[in-house]
């Protein structure tokens, strides 16, 4: 499924650093992605010390998987279970709905997602 959860083309997510669970910069899905990495979202210091307290230390570059680390500001394909996780405990993210996979539906509310939207 090409569509994002608003009902257009899904649009890349970020390709500089380059995203996503097939590292396309689109957040699309497939069998082998058990995270489901289908939010985009524009990361935030909050999110990014909230994901590394969970075990995912998103923010440390691991140069022999060509990670650089992230930032804040960074677009970043995020697994939906993490990203409800997050809203949680108040540090989601802002998304980006045009690169949103409609998959993330299954985890996360249409609200709760525009309500996080970035304008």
Same mark, same amino acid.
């Given at each position: 499924?090409? $569509?994002?959860?608003?009902? @257009?083309?899904?649009?890349?997510?970020?390709?500089?650093?380059? #995203?996503?669970?097939?590292?396309? @910069?689109?957040?699309? #899905? @497939?069998? &082998? =992605?058990?995270? $489901?990495?289908?939010?985009?979202?524009?990361?935030? $210091?909050?999110?990014?010390?909230?994901?590394? *307290?969970? @075990?995912?230390?998103? *923010?440390?570059? %691991?140069?022999?998987?060509?990670?650089?680390?992230?930032?804040?500001?960074?677009?970043?394909?995020?697994?939906?279970?993490?990203? &409800?996780?997050?809203? =949680?405990?108040? %540090?989601?993210?802002?998304?980006?709905?045009?690169?949103?996979?409609?998959?993330?539906?299954? %985890? %996360? *509310?249409? =609200?709760?997602?525009?309500?996080?939207?970035? *304008?």
């Amino acid at each position: 499924m090409n $569509s994002n959860v608003i009902g @257009g083309n899904l649009e890349a997510c970020c390709t500089s650093p380059m #995203t996503g669970f097939y590292r396309d @910069g689109f957040c699309r #899905t @497939g069998g &082998q =992605d058990f995270g $489901s990495h289908v939010i985009c979202a524009e990361l935030t $210091s909050e999110f990014l010390e909230f994901t590394k *307290s969970r @075990g995912n230390d998103l *923010s440390t570059p %691991v140069p022999e998987y060509n990670f650089p680390g992230l930032k804040p500001g960074d677009r970043w394909c995020l697994c939906a279970s993490r990203w &409800q996780e997050a809203l =949680d405990a108040g %540090v989601a993210p802002p998304v980006i709905l045009c690169a949103t996979h409609p998959r993330a539906l299954e %985890v %996360v *509310s249409l =609200d709760e997602l525009k309500k996080h939207a970035l *304008s």
